[in-house]
Structures are given as C-alpha cells and as structure tokens.
C-alpha cells in the first residue's frame, strides 16, 4: 500500500524558512520522480519541485522548481529513507498553503499534508 507521510509544516513570519519532510512507502522508491505539491484554501493542487531519478550521466538528479518558488526552495532525497525534503527559506505570506509530496507521474493516493502558515 502506497503511503506519504509529511511532516515539518508550522507558522513562520515572512522571511523566515521552514524544512518539510516526507517519508514514503509501498513502492520502490528510487526509481521514481518525485514532486512536492501544494494547496493554498480554496484554490486547487499547484506542482512546487521535482527531482529526478539519478541516472548517473549527469552529475547530481535533474530538479525543476516552478517560477515563484525559485531561488527559496530546495528539494532533496535520500534514496536510502525513502525520504524526501523540501528546505523552503525566505517564505512569503503567499506560501501558506497545505503541502503534500507524491510522485511526479501518475500521483497516488495522497497523504495528509503538512501545513505551512507565513504569517506575522
């Protein structure tokens, strides 16, 4: 049984960073791309970052960002905790949202989020 388990969310005053993590299970992990999504109320599921499957050619695994979270965010995986983390620094008032992390294709069953809150 597929299962994402996400953690580290909380309130944080703008400019300030928080680290999520997300451990997962059922699959084989390291041969997936994974993503961190979120959900901001009333609005619907947004992709945040991606990273890759390593596949030795280039130097590090691929990673892509969307525009707004460029230059704040950084994503990250351990292939060994079938963990993957999202270091979110700088954070803006418009980043308050649930996060979720799922696979990039073909998404499973969703856990239940972590909240993040930028507020003052």
């Known amino acids: 049984q597929v299962q994402f388990v996400e953690s580290g969310g909380g309130l944080v005053q703008p400019g300030g960073s928080l680290r999520l993590s997300c451990v997962a299970s059922g699959f084989i992990f390291e041969q997936y791309a994974m993503s961190w999504y979120r959900q901001a109320l009333g609005q619907g599921r947004e992709l945040v970052a991606t990273?890759?499957?390593?596949?030795?050619?280039?130097?590090?695994?691929?990673?892509e960002y969307t525009d707004s979270v460029k230059g704040r965010f950084t994503i990250s995986r351990d292939n060994v905790k079938n963990t993957v983390y999202l270091q979110m620094n700088s954070l803006k008032p418009e980043d308050t949202a649930v996060y979720y992390c799922?696979?990039?294709?073909?998404?499973?069953?969703w856990g239940q989020g972590t909240q993040v809150t930028v507020s003052s």
């Open positions: 799922n696979t990039r294709y073909s998404p499973r069953a």
């Open positions: 990273i890759f499957v390593h596949d030795g050619i280039t130097e590090s695994p691929i990673i």
